[in-house]
């Protein structure tokens, strides 16, 4: 068990959210690390569309 991020309510450590304030992984200390590569995803997978267009200009 460990205290979650948001409110310090024990909480598994695998636990998808908190069951006292609803915080998402709640016991992992990093979330917004998460959010940051979620973002880092969604930035990288717009470069293909890019490289797409690279022949039809060409
Ligand atoms: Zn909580």
């Known amino acids: ?9 024990e909480v598994a450590e695998d636990a998808h959210a908190c069951p ?3 915080a998402p992984r709640p ?15 969604a930035r990288l ?4 569309l890019l490289h797409v267009r ?3 200009w060409a």
Do not use: I
């Open 1 to 9: 068990m460990k205290p979650c991020r948001a409110c310090r309510h």
């Open 54 to 56: 690279c022949p039809r």
């Open 27 to 41: 016991a992992r200390q990093d979330a917004d690390a998460v959010g940051f590569e979620y973002r880092s995803a």
């Open 20 to 22: 006292n304030c609803g």
């Open 45 to 48: 997978g717009a470069l293909p």
